[in-house]
């Protein structure tokens, strides 16, 4: 477990050191709405220690935090009632991560919201077999416990 960083925002959020408008809490995550909520109802759920991203906490610390965005997704369906739901995490600045504190966003989604589509309209150019992609994967979960799936 990684210590509060001293110059993290979702830290001093966290704990109490900067305002939010907490929606939920529990002994593992915090979730509020982002200063620029993309969307109507649009949260952020935060481990309360400080994690960089998914790939900065082993299984057992990030487990809670996807159960709370689980729990903070059910109330917004129920209170906004959406037509969809993205859940999205980014692990560097390649991929948009802009706090360096692990996040997910739980964001509700309108059909005729101004979002549109998260997915590229084409693939990429050079792609490997999938079954190659999956062997390199499965190469890598060997002994964790986890099974090799299908």
């Known amino acids: ?5 001293t110059d993290c925002a979702f830290c001093d959020i966290v704990s109490g050191r900067a305002p939010a408008i907490v929606i939920y809490e529990d002994e593992h ?3 509020f709405p982002p200063i620029r909520p993309a969307a109507v ?15 900065d906490g082993e299984p057992s610390e990030v487990t809670p935090v996807a159960a709370a965005a ?19 995490s980014s692990a560097g600045g390649v991929a948009t ?3 360096f504190h692990l996040h997910l966003h739980v964001i509700p989604r309108w059909a005729d919201d ?6 590229p309209v084409c693939p990429p150019r050079e792609v490997p077999s999938r079954e190659h992609v999956a062997a390199l994967i499965r190469a890598e979960l060997t002994g964790l416990g986890s099974g090799s799936g299908s």
Do not use: C, K, Y
């Open 114 to 119: 101004h979002i549109g589509p998260i997915w």
């Open 97 to 99: 991560q802009s706090v």
């Open 41 to 55: 109802g649009h949260t952020l759920v935060v481990p309360r220690h400080h994690l960089r991203d998914f790939w």
């Open 29 to 31: 995550a915090v979730a």
């Open 1 to 5: 477990m990684t210590a509060a960083a």
């Open 70 to 88: 689980a729990v903070v997704g059910s109330a917004i369906r129920r209170a906004l009632r959406p037509e969809g739901m993205n859940l999205i």
